[in-house]
């Protein structure tokens, strides 16, 4: 369900994916996390320029596993980054994920037309933003 990662996963890639995060931490760029169960990865999630991205592994689906992470890095971004404003995406076939980001108080934008790098094909994806009040 991630619009720009490989499928099949790719070594490379992951490899490369993971090295960086050091520097996107120290820049700001990106702040990536791991979700883990039982000392297992069962997930990553993170905030890149200023939007909310996430894949579970489908084992773990359905348990609420994505919604407790989503919400600790929307507040991490709110009150350890300073955003203002979150955005969010998901492919037009994953409805899950859209009740996920309207229980985190996310409001669906429009959805346009994306290319997906894992399917090979443009997608519909429904774009959501969170506007954080100031309090």
Known sequence: MLRMA???PDRGD?????ADHAREWQTGQAYPF????EERMIG?????????????????WGQ?????????????????????KLTAGRAYDNPASGRILCKLGFRSVDVVPR???PRGETIM??????AFSES
Do not use: K, N, T
């Open 115 to 117: 290319f997906s790098r």
């Open 14 to 18: 992951i490899g490369r994916w993971f």
């Open 34 to 37: 791991a979700i883990e169960h």
């Open 44 to 60: 990553v999630i993170d905030v890149d320029e200023g939007s909310l991205g996430y894949w579970i592994d489908r084992s773990a």
């Open 125 to 130: 994806q429904h774009r959501y933003v969170l």
């Open 64 to 84: 609420g596993y994505a919604y407790e992470a989503a919400s600790a890095v929307v507040r991490f971004a709110r009150e350890r980054v300073g955003l203002l």
């Open 6 to 8: 490989s499928f099949p």
